[in-house]
């Protein structure tokens, strides 16, 4: 299989091209998917006028290859964003709703996870919801309160929802295909300051399967758990700490429902302390759920109390400067493992 260096952004737009070309009941719907020329006017459509393909141009192109009927630009409607998605998906489509900022769910909520979450199970397992909620999570884009946050743990804990956070361009293709392949809905959560992050990313089809995490450092002496954009945090602290003698294992679940819990137990029990990095709260998060998870199955493991390296329980600050210091970092992450080396 040829490889090629692709952006984020990119890998993200050739999974969703590659699956609309390989199966035509795959659609796409959501605000400024085009970008910037949505609506019906007539001249835009007979002069096949496309713009920047969403705010920050994930989508660019999808429309001029496969036009207005399976690029459903809308207006700023989540709620009936999500009920066409579910309903569309319910009568044998394949959805990829498209929220743009992931921050703005509440709205729709409902039809999420009081509807399509619960589809399979209210109907005696007969009906399929093959749907996926695709939107930007995330700090560090001075975005503001409302722009900024990783909701990705509000997701997750709904039974019926899968939810993808991919660190990397290639987790990101892999990932994407298989949640638009997989036949119950999944949230795809995708951080903003990644889209122009490169890796190589294979230029056919693939896919990678949920529940299966990632190693992005092997190491002896402390687990580190991390998602998203904290995982590049979290590998720059590895590489840092590895100059110094601590040899730091770095897990990235890549999906949070289903969790590889199986994964982070086997790191926890050969090193025998842990960091959590999260990004999703400082209260009842991800973090929270993974350290819960070691207490109940792996506390004769550890050599250390766990480590959890969070935000403030504040709303994201809108000042670069604030904003910088609110987010977790590499420097944050290196010292709570010479926390748990040195206790």
Not at 35 to 48: C, S
Not at 230 to 236: H, K, L, P, S, W
Not at 260 to 282: C, F, M, N, Q
Request: net charge negative.
């Amino acid at each position: 299989m040829s490889t090629s260096k692709k952006t984020y952004r990119e890998a993200v737009k050739e999974a969703l091209a590659q699956e609309m070309r390989r199966d035509p009941a795959v659609v796409q719907i959501g605000e400024d998917l085009r970008g910037g020329h949505a609506g019906t006017n007539p001249d835009l459509e007979e002069k096949k006028i496309e713009a920047f393909g969403g705010v920050l141009g994930v989508t660019k192109g999808l429309w001029g290859e496969f036009g207005s009927d399976r690029v459903i630009d809308t207006p700023i409607t989540e709620s009936a964003i999500v009920g066409m998605a579910a309903g569309a998906a319910l009568t044998g489509l394949r959805p990829v709703a498209e929220l743009m900022f992931m921050d703005f769910f509440g709205v729709c909520y409902d039809a999420l996870y009081n509807q399509a979450a619960k589809f399979r199970y209210m109907f005696g397992g007969k009906a399929r919801t093959p749907l996926v909620l695709r939107g930007m999570i995330g700090a560090g884009f001075s975005a503001a309160a409302q722009h900024s946050q990783s909701p990705y743990h509000v997701f997750a804990s709904v039974p019926g929802l899968k939810v993808v956070v991919p660190s990397n361009a290639h987790d990101a293709k892999g990932l994407l295909i298989q949640a638009v392949r997989d036949d119950d809905p999944v949230v795809f959560c995708e951080h903003k300051t990644l889209y122009d992050t490169t890796d190589e990313v294979p230029d056919e089809p693939y896919t990678i399967p949920f529940g299966v995490a990632n190693y992005t450092r092997q190491g002896t002496d402390v687990t580190v758990v991390a998602l998203s954009a904290m995982v590049n945090a979290a590998n720059e602290a590895a590489d840092k700490l590895a100059a110094e003698g601590i040899s730091v294992e770095v897990v990235d679940p890549r999906t949070v429902s289903p969790l590889d819990e199986e994964g982070i137990l086997e790191s926890v029990a050969a090193t025998g302390r842990v960091v959590i990095v999260d990004e999703s709260a400082a209260r009842c998060g991800f973090g929270h759920d993974v350290a819960a998870l070691i207490a109940a199955k792996a506390l004769d493991s550890l050599r250390a109390p766990v480590e959890l390296v969070t935000p403030p329980h504040t709303p994201v600050p809108f000042s670069p400067v604030l904003e910088k210091a609110w987010l977790p970092d590499a420097a944050r992450i290196e010292t709570a493992v010479r926390k748990l080396v040195t206790a």
